[in-house]
């Protein structure tokens, strides 16, 4: 009995010893393996407060969109932008927002509101604002701006908007020969992908037609 006890002091000794050597690093580990569990709840919990805040004021948009109040939907656009940029309504209530504008004839608004989506939107939704800007661009008669936005990085599965876009602004510059290659690389990219049969492609193709023989 006497050995089995001189035995157990041994290992509370060296316990004792090992804990004065490590004591201070396991406990900083289990402090800061905590702060980290509990930080990441906290962050998992604001990101959920801050898409359901975003959903009812991107729910308010949709209600002023409904009866065309201006003032209105810019404010809350702004507020989803300010506020809630980290979410996708931000954007998509960018995007909504733009479509209004352009429609009322507010290419400025529309503008400012694409161009804030293109820069803080997030796949699909970056893309799309991008090649709306390069339409009202277009419509502005602003081609070199217009250009730059079909120019820009892009999802694969977009290859074949932004080459009918470039293809569009160059054929109302008069540049045939140029316009034909991007509507040919806008067929190409769909054939890449398979989709020769995309209804899309007759699209493609009859504006390819139009330019007849390119000079």
Do not use: C
């Amino acid at each position: 009995m006497a050995h089995l006890d001189l035995e157990e002091q041994e290992q509370i000794d060296s316990l004792k010893t090992w804990w004065k050597l490590y004591g201070n690093l396991v406990s900083g580990l289990v402090v800061a393996v905590s702060l980290g569990v509990v930080g990441w709840q906290g962050w998992n919990w604001y990101q959920r407060s801050q898409a359901a805040q975003a959903a009812g004021i991107y729910g308010v948009l949709e209600q002023a969109v409904a009866v065309r109040d201006m003032q209105r939907i810019k404010t809350v656009a702004g507020e989803l932008a300010e506020k809630f940029g980290g979410t996708p309504y931000a954007p998509l209530g960018a995007l909504l927002a733009a479509k209004v504008s352009f429609e009322a004839g507010d290419l400025k608004t529309a503008k400012a509101q694409l161009a804030w989506a293109a820069d803080n939107g997030k796949d699909e939704l970056k893309d799309i604002a991008r090649l709306r800007l390069a339409a009202v661009l277009l419509d502005e008669k602003a081609y070199d701006e217009a250009l730059k936005q079909t120019d820009a990085t892009h999802a694969a599965a977009f290859d074949s908007r932004f080459a009918e876009m470039k293809g569009d602004i160059l054929a109302v510059q008069g540049k045939k020969a140029e316009a034909k290659a991007a509507y040919k690389l806008a067929l190409a990219k769909l054939e890449t992908k398979g989709d020769s049969r995309n209804p899309y492609r007759d699209v493609l193709q009859q504006k390819l037609d139009s330019l007849g023989e390119a000079a």
